[in-house]
Structure formats: structure tokens, C-alpha cells
């Protein structure tokens, strides 16, 4: 009965050996029907999806075509796999085990192709061109991204020379100007965007929070945007389209545009002058004082000056706001007008001894619609007073 049994086996093996089945499966099932038979799987590229052949002891066992689509990349070899020759053979230059597993997205020393993993999530983003707010992310890879990624967006107004970006915030977060180390949705002053997991063939599209109300001054701008993993568990089969580009050109507006200036060092010299095309109605500036005494060292915060006492003829249009700012009434600026500090007024504030720092801020309730509201606030200025 032993070797009865023996025999049985041996004949049930032979049989299933000299059986070349050719029907429709995904690669996993390919995969794992040639590991269960101990065999060595060869992948190649065909037209539509993927040919596969295992072969048990140098002979085919099983073959067909995979049903799961290849990713637009180069195959990586394994090695349990061959490496391919022409598109749609089954035939290959076997990879040697002793040889190094190649790297994904390392350029290959033989080929000089680019490898990158066969199988595995793709996230691919895009922007609208010109820009609208919206981004995109979808997964065109042949499997799931199993975790969420993060989306960083980047804008430069074309020219600007100033330290920040130029561009108008969202929400009150200010654009991305570098890669940084973010944990939440439009935190730490940066737009970073969560995109949830994907499966093949799905998207996520975000759309900015208030993105129709937010006002561009007029210029070129510039937009970019990333989507990485930020714990890098999961592996992409290309990293290469991870990236997007967009732009936005605002047209000039027909409006006012309010400019304020301080001499320095500050000797009472305070102007806002209306650079725009159309008139300003009249407005509140806020005049920043603090004021550096011997007994308030740097870097001490300074204290407020609002122990300066304005005198009571002046009341009406000068008052001390909430410290550290002097709040000021601004007339209606006609194209081109020109409004100065009165120097008698300037005159008649009594000011202790210590080094004062002044800031102005023009249109500080936003009722003047304007052509740049990014040049509301003035140059630093310095006061030192024996």
C-alpha cells in the first residue's frame, strides 16, 4: 500500500506538470499558484497587461496572460523573475541570485533604464492651468496606497523681492515656501492638504476654503505642489510624476491703492499717499509705538507709549487705541493725494526719555477696496529721545 500511495503521488505530479493551462488571472494568483508548485514565474510586458510563464524544473507548467494592467514604468527585476527582452516574448536572460537586488528609481548599469517596483500605488497630482483653487491626486498605480499623503502647495509671485511669498494667504495660512515638518491640515503657516488612501483608479480632489474670496493684486504668480508620504511606508512604482505646476496672471484693477511712509529716523514725517485710479474714502490708520527705557532692556518687550498724552483739540482724529497703536482718522484720498502728519500736532505730544520704534498701518478696517493690499504697511522707524 506504501508505495501504491507513492506511485499514486508521483503520477498526480507528472500530470500536473505536463499541464500548460493558458487562461485569464491576476499576476498575485499567477504568483501564488507558481509558488504552491515551488516553481520560477518569468514576467514580461505585452500589449495589454502582463505575460507569465512557471516553470518546475525547466519545464512550463503554467502560462497566460495577467489581467492586472502594468504600471507605465520599466519592470524590476527579481530573483525569481527573468529579465525581459522584447515586448510580448516570454524569454529572458535569467537574473543570477548572487546579484544585488536593484533599487527602485536607481538607473540600471546594464539597461540604463530607470526600475521602479512592478506593482504598487502610483499617485500622480495635478493643477489647473491657471489656477482655480482646486488640486488633484489620484492613484493610477496597480495597487492600494494604504495610508494617507501629504499635499504641500507652493506659490511665488513672479518679481516679488520681499521675504514671504507675495501671495494673497488662504484661510489666514500663508503658501508654502519650503518643505517642512507640518502635522495637520493648513497648520504651522503652511497649506498642507491630507489626501486619504486610494485605491487603483480613485482620486481625491481638494478645493482651497475661500479660494473665490481671496483678492490677488495684480501680477504673475507661480503655484506648485507636492504629494509625498510623510512616514514613507508605503512604496510608490514611480515617484517621478509627484510633482505639478500652475499659473495665475491677475489683470491690473481699477482702484484705489493706499501707501503709507515714516521718515528715519521719525521726526514727525507720517504720509499715506493713494497710488491707485480711483479715489479712497476715508479711512483709520494705526501708528505702532513702543518705547526701550534703561529700565526695559533689550530684548525685553517694549513697553506701549500711550503715556503720551495727546492733547484734547486733537481728540477727534487722534486717539490711543489698543497699546501699542495711536490711531488715526485718514480723509478721502482723490488719485495721486498726498496726506501729511500735521506737524503741529507732532509738535504738542510731550515724549520721555528712551528710544522709541515706530510702524504705520494704513487701511486697518479694510473698507477701501485696493489695487495691493500687500504695501498697507510702512518702513520701520526710530525715535531717541535724552
Excluded at 60 to 87: E, I, K, N
Excluded at 112 to 133: C, E, K, R, Y
Excluded at 229 to 242: F, G, L, V
Amino acid at each position: 500500500m506504501k508505495y501504491l500511495l507513492q506511485t499514486s503521488f508521483a503520477l498526480a505530479t507528472l500530470s500536473l506538470m505536463c499541464v500548460q493551462p493558458v487562461f485569464a488571472m491576476t499576476l498575485a494568483e499567477a504568483e501564488a499558484n507558481c509558488a504552491k508548485m515551488k516553481g520560477q514565474l518569468t514576467v514580461t510586458r505585452a500589449a495589454v497587461g502582463v505575460n507569465y510563464v512557471c516553470k518546475v524544473g525547466g519545464k512550463a507548467v503554467l502560462s497566460g496572460t495577467a489581467t492586472t494592467p502594468l504600471a507605465t514604468t520599466p519592470v524590476v527585476p527579481r530573483t525569481d523573475q527573468t529579465l525581459p527582452s522584447q515586448p510580448g516574448t516570454v524569454t529572458g536572460q535569467p537574473v543570477k541570485p548572487e546579484v544585488a537586488p536593484v533599487k527602485p528609481g536607481v538607473a540600471d548599469e546594464k539597461s540604463g533604464l530607470t526600475l521602479w517596483p512592478l506593482f504598487g500605488p502610483d499617485l500622480v497630482v495635478s493643477l489647473p492651468n491657471p489656477m482655480n483653487g482646486s488640486v488633484t491626486v489620484r492613484n493610477i498605480g496597480t495597487g492600494d496606497a494604504k495610508e494617507e499623503a501629504e499635499l504641500y502647495l507652493y506659490c511665488k509671485r513672479v518679481g516679488w523681492t520681499g521675504l514671504d511669498s507675495g501671495c494673497a494667504p488662504v484661510s489666514g495660512r500663508q503658501w508654502c515656501s519650503s518643505y517642512t515638518d507640518i502635522s495637520g491640515q493648513y497648520t504651522g503657516g503652511c497649506i498642507y492638504i491630507r489626501i486619504p488612501p486610494l485605491r487603483p483608479g480613485r482620486g481625491h480632489v481638494h478645493t482651497l476654503p475661500s479660494w473665490s474670496e481671496i483678492r490677488w493684486d495684480s501680477g504673475s504668480y507661480e503655484f506648485s505642489a507636492r504629494v509625498t508620504y510623510y512616514h514613507r511606508s508605503s512604496k510608490e512604482t514611480n515617484t517621478a510624476n509627484n510633482t505639478a505646476s500652475s499659473t495665475l496672471t491677475v489683470a491690473s484693477r481699477n482702484e484705489a491703492d493706499l501707501v503709507p511712509a515714516l521718515n528715519d529716523p521719525m521726526d514727525g514725517t507720517l504720509i499715506v499717499r493713494n497710488d491707485g485710479t480711483v479715489a479712497a474714502s476715508p479711512t483709520r490708520l494705526r501708528l505702532q509705538c513702543g518705547r526701550r527705557t534703561d529700565v526695559n532692556p533689550a530684548p525685553a518687550p517694549l513697553s506701549s507709549c500711550s503715556d503720551v498724552r495727546i492733547p484734547p483739540r486733537y481728540a477727534r482724529d487722534y486717539s490711543w487705541g489698543p497699546a501699542p497703536y495711536m490711531v488715526i482718522n485718514i480723509p478721502a484720498l482723490a488719485p495721486g493725494a498726498v496726506w501729511r502728519l500735521p506737524q503741529d500736532f507732532w509738535g504738542a505730544l510731550r515724549w520721555t526719555s528712551g528710544t522709541y520704534f515706530f510702524h504705520a498701518f494704513a487701511d486697518v478696517d479694510q473698507v477701501v477696496p485696493e489695487s495691493n493690499e500687500w504695501n498697507n504697511a510702512s518702513n520701520g522707524s526710530t525715535m531717541v529721545v535724552p
